[in-house]
């Protein structure tokens, strides 16, 4: 199901003019903090009230100004995931998942419960209070919740930004799947690259309350003019198929023919992946390197060179792996004598390639058929 939002917003100083369209799957709002992405979710959520505009989702009017509709909040099927959860505190976790639920008539209670509880792997927590639960299960927990009111759309404010690593690790392949397996459309906001790399079908990116660029996540972060939060956030996006673990803790993808070796990845093998690669991890040579104690080796061809404002360049490569961005010094540019057209290698450690850069991604097919 897709959805289209163009809207107006002003909140004192602040104007939001966003307008833009997503496919089904998992939309990221991508920008730094105060660029409007909480305002552009609650105007969908029905919590702000546009000032003009239209939104969408599917076949159903939420909001359109000029002809005067405006569904109520609590109208329109959406399910609201917070940083902080929110749960009930008086209720069990089987009563918070059961909130919404219940609400809705007989035949209309799908997904099954029970589905989204093993989904997320809720069964032993049923019976808990949320004082009883970690910052992880809260938010697991809360995601059941919104699931589980049957939403047309679920909405999504940067639900991992008040969890730590180990426990940011542990949800994000929860989204994965309901990115993969449900079928409900999210709109998600962040403001990491990493989150967005895992996850994102379509980023649409906001800076000073304007949508700046719409596209896949792929394409937008390896562009330094887009990437809202810095270049050091600029990198490539990768899609691979795991094959291999291996006894000294890695693990191996195949990527278009190319096999990395990365940290191991808790998964079946077989299993598609999208994995992140930092430009400022790769390293470039201009013949095949030998001696390295990096493991990892793309072979491609310069398609762009991008000099920045100091001394850096911006070198990205066609690979059968997928295009593979470097950030390099202008002047190893020029002493590797890089240009369009030129054979070079990506060289990338298999340790740089951080767990959280890793992910899952079934949905996407094989490698070969990204861009």
């Known amino acids: 199901m897709s959805f289209e939002i163009d809207i107006a917003i002003r909140q004192g100083e602040f104007t939001l003019e966003a307008a833009f369209s997503a496919p089904r799957g998992l939309t990221v709002l991508f920008g730094r903090s105060g660029s409007g992405k909480t305002t552009l979710i609650n105007a969908v959520a029905g919590l702000l009230r546009p000032e003009r505009g239209r939104i969408r989702i599917g076949e159903r009017v939420l909001f359109d100004a000029a002809a005067r509709i405006s569904v109520p909040a609590r109208r329109r099927r959406l399910g609201y995931i917070f940083q902080d959860a929110r749960l009930f505190p008086h ?20 997904p099954n419960p029970d589905q989204i509880v093993d989904m997320l792997g809720l069964a032993p927590l049923l019976g808990r209070m949320p004082g009883q639960l970690s910052g992880g299960e809260k938010q697991r927990v809360a995601i059941g919740r919104a699931l589980l009111a049957q939403p047309e759309l679920v ?16 949800i994000l392949p929860y989204f994965e799947r309901i990115r993969d397996e449900l079928g409900i459309p999210v709109l998600y906001v962040s403001h990491s690259a990493a989150e967005v790399a895992r996850l994102a079908t379509t980023v649409v990116v906001l800076d000073k309350g304007r949508v700046t660029e719409v596209g896949a996540a792929s394409e ?24 291999r673990h291996h006894d000294d803790g ?20 077989g299993t598609g992946m999208r994995l992140r690669v930092s430009a400022h991890e790769v390293i470039l040579a201009n013949a095949p390197p030998q001696g390295l104690s990096a493991l990892n080796v793309l072979p491609g061809e310069v398609v762009a060179i991008k000099a920045g404002g100091g001394p850096g360049a911006l070198v990205t490569l066609a690979t059968n792996a997928g295009r593979v961005a470097a ?13 369009p057209g030129a054979r070079a290698y990506a060289i990338i450690k298999s340790v740089a390639i951080a767990p959280e850069d890793i992910g899952g991604s079934e949905a996407y097919g094989h490698p070969d058929d990204a861009s």
């Not at 209720?91 to 799908?110: F, I, K, P, W």
């Not at 909405?155 to 542990?170: I, S, V, Y």
């Not at 890695?250 to 093998?269: F, M, N, Q, R, T």
Request: hydrophobic share 40%.
């Open 327 to 339: 950030r390099i010094t202008q002047r190893s540019a020029r002493a590797l004598e890089l240009h």
């Open 250 to 269: 890695l693990s191996e993808l195949d990527a278009g023919g190319i096999h990395l070796l990365v940290p191991h990845v808790d998964k079946p093998i």
């Open 91 to 110: 209720m069990s976790v089987r009563r918070n998942l059961d909130y919404g639920h219940r609400l809705l008539a007989t035949d209309q209670r799908h």
């Open 155 to 170: 909405l999504a404010d940067e639900p991992l930004t008040a969890l730590d690593m180990p426990r940011k690790a542990e």
């Open 220 to 243: 937008v972060l390896s562009n330094p003019q887009v990437v809202p939060t810095g270049v050091r956030n600029v990198g490539s996006v990768l899609r691979a198929r795991l094959v």
